[in-house]
């Protein structure tokens, strides 16, 4: 059995370490919970995150049960490094994915090393496939194990001894001070002849020279340089290398309320989600990152730009059908746990913000080739002077009524008002006019249907009695200023009903309904940032860095953030680690040094 108890797990005990290609997580006591490959939507190899130790994990441990365990990750790189100290001796594991040579191949690598004395270690890998449903069949060749299910393969290699018994592969071994045993894990197509392993040793200089270089070229000049870093290498292992796509987190169904039904698939690209992770990486020094992600979004996109999706496969894929998995428990028996996303057939009127102004902020920068984006945009944009008049299921993707919600019909303003922008600016052919007409009548409309005169604040959808935190990005879009009475108003209103023990609530769920789910849920951490960048813009300095600060420590020792955190209970909830929180981290610390000002994805500039 796994050596920590399912009830005593917290999403904060985890470390990520993935590939570019895939993800795995890491529990603080060496037991891999979490492993898809080779794509990180693809079905888990190990999944007790989610579940019990027989639907699949790698454990790895000190046979010592006192043995003190510390962690960190190899500095500007993703590999983690666990200490483990006994009265014996110490030892150092060292967990990382290398970047695959190309997509038949890919990798996990454990190698510990002695450091002092004696360490004696007890092993276990339990290898289920299709989200711990099938027991693979295993045989022994070639100085391996091999394990076949269906379309999957893995072989195993290890420098130490290996056993096979009651369906898994253990070892028990003692490593003494100068010596190191790797132990390499290789996906493979099982209908393919993998080639020979590649030396474990190697890949790790070579992975962490890689990460270095990486981290090098960060552009950030502030106070809070390593804590971006991280999360900028974070978002950057996020990444899908193969297309540029992004995903919004590497696992699924990690309960916003445990023991509730609020627990979504992450593992897909969210057109949002991936606009403001490029605005961190590109204010940030990445370039690349930005260019790969338009390209992506041109090929999914391609052949229905009218029908703009508010997420897609790694890929591009347009079908996300949702489904449950019952044979899992769930983290902390929240159930259902979920694959695929019934989201990805809303309409969320603010995706067509991001990407217009996102566009917009590409030709300010000077990424190359944007003139075969405008055809795209122009479409874009002529699809919005339709449907903006339309109610949306917001950017928290409500599964109740859909709703005239304030802050989408914001995005819309915003989407043409950077559309004319690039078209103005450099000299490009379009409906300018109508663009504005449309501009000026949301502008209106909003002002007058989605204003409570009353209270002086914004509110979350026409109608409504409370507000939303995503109010707080009025000043970053540009649609009016910081000092607006309105503006003050609102946030004001959020202080007081949406903002607790120093964290904000996205919105009060009960009795909402708009919402359309049962249960709690935590504070939303990207909201919590975004009232620092709310108090930057209102010259509240001194509140803005004190509650950023404050926010940092909501992180685990790793430096990650999950979706969302309970202050009362003081854990992290949600998917983890989640770009959401993380390029919301960054934008702020590059507001509090002086630098980015505009939240939705681009540096704020003058109409």
Not at 136 to 158: C, H, K, Q, T, Y
Not at 176 to 190: K, R
Not at 211 to 217: E, P
Request: charged content about 20%.
């Amino acid at each position: 059995m796994s050596p920590v108890s399912v009830m005593s797990r917290r999403i904060e005990d985890y470390a990520m370490i993935g590939s570019t290609h895939s993800a795995a997580l890491v529990h603080r006591n060496g037991t891999i919970e979490w492993l898809c490959m080779p794509r990180f939507d693809s079905e888990a190899i190990f999944a007790s995150l989610l579940g019990t130790p027989e639907n699949g994990e790698w454990v790895l441990r000190a046979t010592d049960p006192a043995a003190r365990i510390s962690r960190r990750y190899v500095p500007d790189t993703m590999i983690l490094e666990t200490t483990i100290e006994t009265p014996q001796g110490r030892a150092v594991v060292q967990d990382f994915m290398p970047t695959p040579v190309d997509g038949d191949l890919h990798e996990l690598i454990r190698i510990i090393r002695g450091i002092e004395g004696t360490v004696s270690f007890a092993a276990e890998l339990r290898l289920r496939f299709n989200y711990g449903a099938w027991i693979p069949w295993v045989e022994r060749r070639e100085g391996a194990i091999f394990a076949f299910a269906g379309p999957d393969a893995i072989r195993l290699s290890s420098s130490v001894d290996l056993s096979n018994a009651n369906f898994s592969t253990t070892s028990d071994f003692t490593i003494v001070a100068g010596q190191s045993v790797a132990t390499t894990l290789e996906w493979f197509p099982s209908h393919k002849i993998p080639p020979l392993p590649r030396d474990p040793y190697a890949l790790l200089r070579h992975t962490e020279a890689q990460g270095r270089l990486w981290a090098s070229q960060c552009t950030y000049e502030g106070p809070y340089a390593e804590t971006v870093r991280r999360s900028l290498m974070t978002l950057k292992a996020l990444t899908y290398h193969p297309t540029g796509g992004i995903v919004a987190a590497p696992t699924t169904s990690l309960p916003e309320d445990p023991g509730g039904s609020r627990n979504w698939d992450y593992r897909y690209c969210w057109l949002r989600d991936a606009v403001w992770t490029l605005h961190a990486l590109t204010v940030s020094g990445y370039m690349d990152e930005a260019s790969a992600w338009r390209w992506w979004l041109m090929r999914a996109t391609a052949g229905a730009p009218d029908g703009l999706q508010i997420m897609y496969g790694l890929h591009g894929e347009r079908r996300l059908t949702e489904t449950t998995l019952d044979h899992l428990a769930g983290y902390e028996n929240s159930r259902p746990v979920r694959i695929g996303n019934a989201a990805h057939g809303q309409l969320q009127l603010d995706v067509y913000g991001s990407l217009l102004g996102a566009f917009d902020a590409a030709r300010r920068d000077g990424l190359p080739d944007m003139d075969a984006i405008w055809p795209l945009q122009r479409s874009i944009a002529d699809r919005l002077l339709v449907l903006w008049r339309e109610p949306d299921s917001s950017l928290w993707e409500i599964r109740g009524p859909k709703q005239h919600f304030v802050y989408s019909k914001m995005m819309c303003w915003f989407a043409f008002d950077r559309t004319i922008a690039s078209a103005v600016d450099f000299g490009l052919e379009g409906p300018i006019d109508t663009w504005r007409q449309a501009r000026e009548e949301i502008h209106a409309q909003v002002c007058e249907k989605g204003f409570d005169g009353a209270s002086n604040s914004f509110v979350q959808y026409y109608g409504a009695d409370r507000v939303d935190a995503s109010l707080l990005q009025i000043p970053l879009l540009g649609f009016l200023p910081a000092d607006d009475p309105r503006v003050q108003g609102t946030v004001a209103r959020i202080e007081r009903e949406l903002l607790h023990n120093n964290v904000v609530y996205r919105y009060l769920p009960e009795g909402v309904r708009a919402d359309g789910l049962e249960g709690r849920e935590g504070a939303f951490l990207a909201c919590s940032f975004w009232l620092c960048d709310a108090y930057i813009m209102s010259h509240r300095m001194d509140e803005a860095r004190a509650l950023f600060e404050r926010l940092l420590t909501y992180g685990n020792d790793l430096g990650l953030f999950s979706e969302e955190y309970d202050p009362v209970a003081r854990r992290q909830l949600g998917n983890f680690p989640q770009a959401f929180s993380h390029f919301a981290l960054v934008h702020t610390a590059h507001m509090l040094a002086g630098g980015v000002i505009d939240a939705s994805g681009q540096r704020r500039r003058k109409k």
